[in-house]
Nanobody
Framework: VQLQASGGGLVQVGGSLRLSCAAS????????MGWFRQAPGKEREFVAT????????FYADSVKGRFTISRDNDKNTMSLEMNSLKPEDTAAYYC?????????????????WGQGTLVTVSS
């Protein structure tokens, strides 16, 4: 499967952005999906994950209550709605897929990765 992330940009503190991830292939509805981010000089970290059906989601504590992950299996897309953005949310955001219906917070269990989309939160 190929993944294409989009929607990044420059936003002020407290603002909102919606990231999208478009997937190719017929098996999208069988993949657990996730968003990860990587800030300059730091390791890639977990942000949010969603099960294949969309019924189970998990979030990093740092984004809980501010970010919402969702998916549309009919359109082969996944989204990340980001609200109340903070400077520490600045990073390249990556969408990822795993060949398992369950979500996962571990980067190790993801097989497919999209290119990053850059989010910059300015103060």
């Amino acid at each position: 499967v190929q993944l294409q992330a989009s929607g990044g940009g420059l936003v002020q503190v407290g603002g909102s952005l919606r990231l999208s991830c478009a997937a190719s292939g017929r098996s999208f509805s069988t993949y657990g999906m996730g968003w990860f981010r990587q800030a300059p000089g730091k390791e890639r970290e977990f942000v949010a994950t969603i099960s294949a059906s969309g019924g189970i989601t998990f979030y990093a504590d740092s984004v809980k209550g501010r970010f919402t992950i969702s998916r549309d299996n009919d359109k082969n897309t996944m989204s990340l709605e980001m609200n109340s953005l903070k400077p520490e949310d600045t990073a390249a955001y990556y969408c990822s897929a795993r060949t398992n219906v369950f979500p996962s917070t571990s980067i190790t269990y993801y097989t497919y990765w999209g290119q990053g989309t850059l989010v910059t939160v300015s103060s």
